[in-house]
């Protein structure tokens, strides 16, 4: 009698040891002959897939092949991902997500979360009840209606919840039984993808806005009924549907949108680290943003926060603070055609449509480019910068890499080694006054995951503003005088998951001290999130 049981164990990536079964556990499961005789370490299985990995001819290559190892055995893809987070988490998020949502339906070979169509709604609880775990904790949905900067990529961005929650164990140490990633298909606008014969997803317009939300609300709904208490990351919703949906959920559950609150809590703490690099407070800065849309007022409403817990009334932190747009300078003028989110930008100035005129007006320390139009941060713009400041702030935030504003080595280049640098995706290691450096990235796997864990570890009913707050100081906390040295505004990838718990400490203290927790506080809050945080292993 064929032995179901064996097979499907050695199918299972939660549970799958591969040729690190025992011969007890051979004997006792009925696995001789399924698998090589070797009992092999779970050290050996992970430097076997980093030869693999290595053999790959390009990185979507080696995403497909991470995506299978992640299929196949997850203690040793998340032990692949950990012995190396520099080199293989842009592997599995961005920079090549980009490229592997945009050819989602091309390499799509098994199928990771679940998919709900707008032709189950009604029947959106039955469909989460399909999926396998008992106990979700974390939920990343998207509509793919704004990948990245790639735009309406439809059910293709199904690859962003999955990276996102790659990252959230990897770098997070949030146990991976417990996320789930969805996207929600309400059609696309994108033409090409609905005449690609290998689109998976609704080959339809997106739907009105009336049953866009009424399908939104009835996901919500049935997360809670069938996860109660999860928590729910709304990702890559585009501007008109991001801020609303946060605005309307965020006192009713455990919920946040990473583009919009860990985006501006990363490019916060670059913020910090920066002032105290130029030895300066954060009250010393005046940014300008290329970009007005969610993500760029997100990080505005977060810098301004910041401002006023060191002192400055709202007025005047919010008056340190300028949005530019495809438009133009975010003016008063402008009112009436502004999303609320962007009114409290708008300026009492006459318009303005020159980027650089902006500049030389404003007198900024730093820009921050949200705005997905590669090479806006020009040598007329970086030359702008060099004229009011010693060391400007350049944050060229946009994603992916071919969306930049400008690249490290543009920002160098032009501001003489001087410019404080951070950018949305990596880019290589180059020289700057005499010493090898690795660009800062601005990279939001600083932020959720750590907030993931904070999650985790607290139980917590909701996740408020105030914890991003704490989140970025606590990231700028972890820079080392070296690293700030030699013109890093971000600690090394390397050590992400000792920074992720560092984080994760001070967001749960936040979570008990404004009575959000699900548990009782611990005597030793660092002790309790170390042991819970998830470690690869047989």
């Known amino acids: 009698m064929r032995n179901q049981q064996a097979f499907d164990l050695i199918r299972n990536p939660t549970i799958n040891k591969g040729t690190s079964f025992t011969e007890a556990e ?96 009604g029947r959106l609880e039955e469909a989460l009840r399909n999926w396998f775990s008992p106990d979700v904790r974390f939920i990343v949905v998207t509509d793919g209606s704004r990948i990245l900067g790639l735009g309406d990529l439809g059910i293709n961005g199904m690859g962003i919840p999955i990276g996102k929650l790659g990252l959230y164990s990897a770098a997070g140490g949030v146990p991976p039984q417990h996320t789930l990633p969805v996207v929600l298909d309400v059609g696309t606008e994108n033409e090409e993808l609905r ?24 996901f919500i709904q049935a997360t809670q009924a069938v996860y109660p208490g999860c928590c729910i990351q709304f990702e890559d919703f585009n501007i008109h549907h991001a801020e609303p949906l946060l605005e309307k959920y965020q006192d009713q559950i455990c919920t946040f949108n990473d583009d919009i609150q860990g985006t501006a809590a990363v490019a916060t703490a670059g913020i910090y680290t920066a002032s105290r690099a130029k030895s300066e407070s954060i009250t010393d800065q005046r940014i300008l943003f290329l970009g007005a849309g969610s993500a760029g007022c997100g990080i505005g409403h977060l810098i301004a926060s910041a401002m006023q817990s060191e002192g400055l009334d709202e007025a005047a932190a ?47 320390t730093g820009i921050i480019g949200v705005s997905t139009a590669a090479g806006a941060f020009d040598k007329d713009v970086l030359a702008a910068m060099m004229e009011y400041n010693e060391r400007p702030l350049i944050f060229p935030y946009s994603n992916p890499t071919k969306r930049s504003e400008c690249t490290a080595e543009e920002a160098y280049a032009a501001t ?4 404080l640098f951070a950018s949305g995706s990596p880019f290589p290691e180059l020289e700057v006054n005499g010493r090898m450096i690795a660009p800062s990235q601005g990279n939001n796997v600083y932020i959720f995951p750590a907030i993931g864990l904070a999650v985790f570890a607290t139980q917590a009913r909701r996740v408020t503003e105030s914890m991003f707050l704490a989140s970025a100081k606590a990231l700028a906390e972890t820079l ?43 005597s030793d809050l660092d002790a309790h999130i170390h042991n819970l945080a998830y470690v690869p292993s047989f």
């Open 26 to 121: 051979r004997d006792a499961r009925g696995l001789h002959g399924l698998v090589p005789p070797v009992c092999e370490s779970l050290e050996t299985q992970i430097g076997r897939a980093a030869l693999q990995c290595d053999a790959c001819e390009n990185d979507l290559a080696k995403y497909i092949f991470l995506a299978h190892l992640q299929d196949s055995s997850e203690a040793v893809f998340y032990g692949l991902m950990m012995s190396d987070p520099s080199k293989y988490m842009p592997l599995v998020y961005t920079p090549t997500v980009g490229d592997a949502c945009e050819q989602f339906g091309h390499i799509y070979r098994q199928s990771k979360g679940l998919f709900l169509p707008l032709t189950l709604k």
């Open 318 to 364: 919010y008056s340190r603070i300028r949005m530019f747009d495809v438009d133009g300078l975010l003016t008063s003028s402008r009112m009436d055609q502004l999303e609320s989110f962007q009114q409290p930008f708008a300026v009492d100035h006459e318009p303005c449509s020159d980027f650089v005129a902006a500049i030389h007006e404003f007198k900024p």
């Open 480 to 522: 080392t005088e070296e690293e700030l040295g030699i013109g890093l505004l971000y600690p090394s990838r390397d050590r992400i998951r000792a920074v992720a718990e560092h984080i994760a400490s001070k967001v749960a203290e936040v979570v008990f001290d404004e009575n959000l927790a699900g548990i009782d506080r611990p």
């Open 195 to 218: 005449e690609d014969p290998y689109y998976l997803g609704l080959k339809q317009k997106r739907t009105d806005n009336d049953t866009y939300y009424e399908f939104v609300d009835e």
């Open 416 to 419: 003489g080694g001087a410019a």
